[in-house]
Nanobody
Framework: QVQLVESGGGLVQAGGSLRLTCAAS????????MGWFRQAPGKEREFVAT????????YYADSVKGRFTISRDNAKNTAFLQMNSLRSEDTAVYYC?????????????????WGQGTQVTVSS
């Protein structure tokens, strides 16, 4: 079992940046695909980005492509989501998750463990 803890959320003005961190503990982190999802009030949880086991391949939702960057450091059991040019519509609780399917699988059901989430609020 892998436990995940997100951090780095907060309040930022539109156009600003935040870097989210997902710290993992437990089983070997490097055997899992990593993903970031988000959920805004009254909306379903949506895919943001995924990264492959070794970190060489990534996949992004169209809404964040070119603004967000996902990365991982398997030696430190940590994953990151660098968010630039933030918009008010990026406001949500952000969750990291792990799964055993390839990084091109992007629905929530493809991931087996989740963190508790971190709030990101972008003011316009």
């Amino acid at each position: 079992q892998v436990q995940l803890v997100e951090s780095g959320g907060g309040l930022v003005q539109a156009g600003g940046s935040l870097r989210l961190t997902c710290a993992a503990s437990g089983r070997i982190f490097s055997i899992y695909t990593m993903g970031w999802f988000r959920q805004a009030p009254g909306k379903e949880r949506e895919f943001v980005a995924t990264i492959s086991l070794g970190g060489r391949s990534t996949y992004y939702a169209d809404s964040v492509k070119g603004r967000f960057t996902i990365s991982r450091d398997n030696a430190k059991n940590t994953a990151f989501l660098q968010m630039n040019s933030l918009r008010s519509e990026d406001t949500a609780v952000y969750y990291c998750a792990i799964g055993r399917r390839a990084y091109t699988y992007t629905t929530a059901k493809d991931f087996e463990s989740w963190g508790q989430g971190t709030q990101v609020t972008v003011s316009s």
